[in-house]
């Protein structure tokens, strides 16, 4: 099954082909054709975060050129088509809606099926998109955005919430750090940049909730020390700050994740979001789950951020199983991801 993935949830413009029929034999072992993105960073970065009705106009202009890219970089035409996959939810609606209408509206001239996509879901399963990928059932850390979630995967929307941010996400508490550092927006990659040039253990910040017994998380609490410690300290030692707040965000999350997978005799981890992306992250991560029998699997890096391949992905699993083909539509700008159905 030949599926076109359309990613509009926020301020990247996604957009990919997966063929399901390759296998383990194929030169092609993963079924991905091609894909293609364009980000919006350059044009929100003037307004220190993204403004919705931007970011919906941007992906009106992007989506089509991009499907047109990737047809022609895989060698295929829409009438080679099989199903269409687009993020459903959650995100922006404008955004969404731009996405979705594009789904919808090819997917009727083409008389083919359209399936919207949890976005957190195509995150979750990119991992998947590789020459190693984990087999089921595994615990996922989802540090994607405005999410951070531990789940327990026994399939495809088989989904059980294990832990959740209470507050803010990992990946807002690093962007409101940065921007507290005056390295603005987005500043997750710019943070752990200047972060590798500091001396985490120059100044010592609070590991919110690591000790709670559960495996939920805070981060208000970290974005709130570090603010204090930039108004004592001023910003000549920001890029100590910026270590030290980096390896108290790392500490909680490896140390959370490994929890979980103890609690759920897990050996496999995926973690998948954004912050996925984080070079000290995932060294620790690798070398404590290492000690402990456990593996952990990364998407590549250029799917970390959001990306069309993973709902590419996604939404072949679940044409696959006839999920899809009411060309009616409604976008879920929130969407709890543990009531998603399985297939």
């Not at 359309?6 to 990247?12: G, N």
């Not at 949890?118 to 059932?137: A, K, R």
């Not at 992905?313 to 999920?323: C, K, N």
Request: glycine fraction near 10%.
């Amino acid at each position: 099954m030949l599926v076109l993935g359309v990613e509009s949830s926020c301020d990247e413009t996604g957009v990919a082909l997966y063929d399901s029929a390759h296998g383990p034999s194929s030169s092609l072992r993963t079924g991905l054709l091609a894909h293609a993105l364009y980000s919006q960073i350059a044009m929100h970065n003037d307004y220190g975060g993204v403004v919705p009705e931007l970011a919906s106009r941007d992906h009106i202009r992007r989506v089509l050129p991009l499907t047109r890219q990737v047809l022609a970089e895989s060698g295929r035409t829409l009438a080679d088509i099989d199903g269409i996959a687009y993020t459903q939810g959650p995100g922006l609606a404008g955004a969404l809606l731009v996405g979705a209408g594009m789904a919808r509206a090819l997917a009727f001239a083409l008389n083919i099926p359209a399936v919207g996509v949890h976005h957190l879901e195509g995150h979750m399963l990119s991992p998947l998109i590789s020459d190693t990928p984990p087999e089921f059932p595994f615990v996922a850390l989802l540090v994607s955005g405005g999410h951070t979630q531990l789940m327990l995967v026994s399939g495809v929307g088989r989904y059980t919430l294990l832990g959740e941010t209470l507050d803010d996400a990992a990946g807002e508490a690093f962007d409101k750090t940065a921007q507290l550092l005056g390295l603005g927006y987005p500043g997750g990659p710019a943070l752990s940049k200047l972060a590798a040039t500091g001396d985490a253990s120059r100044f010592t910040l609070p590991r919110p909730m690591l000790n709670s017994g559960d495996f939920d998380f805070s981060f208000s609490g970290l974005k709130t020390a570090v603010l204090t410690l930039v108004r004592k300290q001023g910003l000549e030692q920001a890029a100590d700050i910026a270590a030290a707040f980096q390896a108290a965000a790392v500490e909680v999350l490896v140390r959370k994740s490994l929890a979980a997978c103890a609690h759920s005799s897990a050996t496999r981890l995926v973690v998948a979001g954004g912050v996925g992306a984080n070079t000290h992250l995932r060294e620790r991560l690798t070398r404590e789950a290492a000690a402990r029998g456990i593996s952990v699997f990364y998407p590549r890096l250029e799917f970390c951020t959001d990306n069309g391949a993973m709902i590419a992905y996604a939404g072949a699993q679940r044409l696959a199983h006839a999920q899809g083909g009411d060309l009616t539509f409604a976008v879920k700008p929130r969407w709890e991801l543990a009531t998603l159905d399985a297939v």
